[in-house]
């Protein structure tokens, strides 16, 4: 699997491009495809041999240790995400003469501020929807 990254992927710790690497595999169809048929295969193994103790062990076992790397791969990527999104998003209120600079970082911001900007946003919502209705 190849792809282009940005300057500076070299850089990246080596850890956190082995990262990316397995949560840009896990996402793959392939693997969904390969996953499917692993678990048929396991099952098809399991009623061959009866269903031994060792079979269920080996299954929680391999099971909860990929659940496990997997929680904190979906988590890194989702957190890389959310940063880079939020960015372009600072980069947008930024750049635009009408937005409100105030928001920018806003994600930082305590909860009763988070809190008063939600309300203030559903009042603009409101008055919008009655202008809406009133067209």
Same mark, same amino acid.
């Given at each position: 699997?190849?792809?282009?990254?940005?300057?500076?992927?070299?850089?990246?710790?080596?850890?956190?491009?082995?990262?990316?690497?397995?949560?840009?595999? $896990? =996402?793959?169809?392939?693997?969904?495809? @390969?996953?499917?048929?692993?678990?048929? #295969?396991?099952?098809?193994?399991? %009623? +061959?041999?009866?269903?031994?103790?060792?079979?269920?062990?080996?299954?929680?076992?391999?099971?909860?240790?990929?659940?496990?790397?997997?929680?904190?791969v979906?988590?890194?990527?989702?957190?890389?995400?959310?940063? $880079? =999104?939020?960015?372009?998003?600072?980069? @947008?209120?930024?750049?635009?003469?009408? #937005?409100?600079?105030?928001?920018? %970082? +806003?994600?930082?911001?305590?909860?009763?501020?988070?809190?008063?900007?939600?309300?203030?946003?559903y009042?603009?919502?409101?008055?919008?929807?009655?202008?809406?209705?009133?067209?």
């Amino acid at each position: 699997m190849t792809a282009n990254h940005a300057d500076g992927w070299d850089a990246r710790h080596w850890s956190r491009r082995l990262i990316h690497w397995i949560s840009a595999v $896990a =996402s793959h169809a392939a693997t969904a495809i @390969l996953a499917c048929l692993l678990v048929i #295969a396991w099952t098809i193994v399991g %009623a +061959v041999s009866g269903f031994p103790r060792w079979w269920q062990t080996t299954l929680y076992s391999v099971t909860g240790s990929v659940t496990f790397v997997m929680v904190f791969v979906i988590q890194h990527a989702q957190e890389r995400q959310t940063f $880079a =999104s939020q960015r372009k998003l600072d980069e @947008l209120i930024r750049s635009s003469s009408q #937005a409100d600079d105030s928001l920018i %970082a +806003v994600e930082e911001s305590d909860d009763r501020h988070l809190q008063a900007l939600a309300s203030l946003n559903y009042t603009d919502r409101a008055l919008a929807t009655e202008r809406d209705s009133d067209l």
